[in-house]
């Protein structure tokens, strides 16, 4: 397994999940489901047999954003 993970000054949740789930489809994965919560969204893509998940949370005034890939 492969994780990268940022955190940005921002409190756009959506905002950062919908970039990275934009670069995540641009390297030709599809999105297969995404759940939120108050202060999380999560989705999971897929490339093959290649998962992928992006996790988006609310740190105080900060976001944190983590791609895990299987």
């Known amino acids: ?16 999940h919908d970039v ?12 297969i489901k995404t759940s939120s919560k108050n202060s999380e969204i999560k989705s ?3 490339k093959g047999s290649v998962k992928a998940e992006l996790t988006v949370k609310r740190k105080g005034n900060r976001v944190e954003i983590k791609i895990e890939r299987e």
């Open 1 to 16: 397994m492969r994780e990268w993970r940022t955190t940005v000054d921002t409190r756009d949740l959506k905002g950062q």
């Open 20 to 31: 990275y789930a934009a670069k995540l489809k641009a390297e030709g994965y599809t999105l």
């Open 44 to 46: 999971e893509f897929r």
